[in-house]
């Protein structure tokens, strides 16, 4: 759909043409959705941030902390920049199970819904 053209063509009196993404997202079904995808994406994401910035906390202001060998080579800050690491492929992996269980299918059902509203226009050049 090219930017001159009428949007308005076949929507309501108000001036909005309904598609069926804008139908579907005034629907509870859809809001609960973005709730339980925000309840669930927001925490995590905080829980991470607060991590990552402890990480860099404690090499800026622990240094003595973190260079202490553990064994060999290994030191405090090399432990915890690897478990850096090992947070992240935990928590997508967490994301992964939770979405599997919980949101995939509903989000699912709400895209069905999507696609059969008469207002959708299979419009490939907007994918």
Known sequence: MSTTEDRTAGG???GIKHTGYTAIQET???A???SRF???VFPMTGLFLAWYFLYVLMSTYAPDFMSHKLFGNITTGL???L???VSTF???LTYTRWADRKFDTAAD???ERVLAHPGHTNDEDHR
């Open 32 to 34: 609960d959705l973005r």
């Open 83 to 85: 478990l850096q690491f």
């Open 79 to 81: 432990v915890f920049g």
């Open 12 to 14: 309501d009196p108000d």
């Open 38 to 40: 925000r309840g669930f």
């Open 28 to 30: 509870p079904e859809f």
């Open 109 to 111: 059902e709400l895209a």
């Open 90 to 92: 935990a928590i997508t």
